[in-house]
Nanobody
Framework: VQLVESGGGLVQPGGSLRLSCAAS????????MSWYRQAPGKERELVAT????????NYADSVKGRFTISRDNAKSMVYLQMNNLKPEDTAMYYC??????????????WGKGTLVTLSS
């Protein structure tokens, strides 16, 4: 099983980036996919989530209206389009997959992250 993020980098405030996460080794369409981020010295936080069929999405209040999560089940890819980036968006961004297999039992996978840095 692998989740491999890409697309991070150095960007100026107000700029845009598109993060990608390539999944392999599991039935991608059966998993809810999310992006998390962790800024230096802070706890990891949920940024956005998309259900397996892509019918439902949710966002953290801090990114609503600026970020868009999407997925392509045929390619086993999930994306995070980030617009109007702010300095507080600087963080390591992680791809996360989860599937509930029984009551109170889930299977989950994490990627290793891609770094997004806002320049001053």
């Amino acid at each position: 099983v692998q989740l491999v993020e890409s697309g991070g980098g150095l960007v100026q405030p107000g700029g845009s980036l598109r993060l990608s996460c390539a999944a392999s080794g599991f039935t991608f369409s059966s998993y809810t996919m999310s992006w998390y981020r962790q800024a230096p010295g802070k706890e990891r936080e949920l940024v956005a989530t998309i259900t397996g069929a892509g019918g439902r999405v949710n966002y953290a209040d801090s990114v609503k209206g600026r970020f868009t999560i999407s997925r392509d089940n045929a390619k086993s890819m999930v994306y995070l389009q980030m617009n109007n980036l702010k300095p507080e968006d600087t963080a390591m961004y992680y791809c996360y997959a989860v599937r509930q297999i029984a009551t109170f039992q889930t299977v989950e996978y994490w990627g290793k992250g891609t770094l997004v840095t806002l320049s001053s």
